[in-house]
């Protein structure tokens, strides 16, 4: 597979994966979209979380990397909240309305991503 293949099916993973989020939070007011097309805020959302994940994400872990140790981990799910809330700014038509809305959204996705991952192994070219 090449690794734009892998981009593509990546970013589309990411794609569903906050599709999921949006179904299973909106109900409860933690997640609202106010755009016509459901569509259009998910897939800029996938845009800017890989960004926000490759570029932001490390540089909040470094930072961060003594409370990490200390919770033995646990901090990484309030990292990946903040990474959630921080992209869904940039989003238009895509609001997280509380706190709680970024950190189910950020594990929903997580959780999703990874399973798909699991299930669909990106393997690199053999050449």
Do not use: K, Y
Not at 12 to 41: D, H, K, N, R, Y
């Amino acid at each position: 597979m090449s690794f734009w293949t892998r981009v593509l099916v990546s970013w589309a993973i990411v794609a569903v994966a906050v599709f999921v989020a949006v179904l299973m939070l909106e109900p409860f007011g933690l997640i609202a979209i106010t755009a016509q097309s459901a569509w259009l805020p998910i897939i800029i959302m996938a845009t800017v979380l890989g960004l926000l994940n490759a570029f932001i994400r490390p540089i909040l872990n470094l930072l961060s990397c003594g409370c990490i140790v200390l919770t033995l981990g646990l901090f990484v799910l309030v990292v990946n909240a903040f990474v959630f809330w921080l992209a869904s700014l940039f989003v238009p038509g895509l609001t997280v309305s509380v706190p709680w809305g970024a950190f189910w959204g950020a594990v929903i996705v997580s959780v999703v991503s990874f399973l798909a991952n699991v299930f669909l192994p990106l393997e690199p070219d053999e050449n």
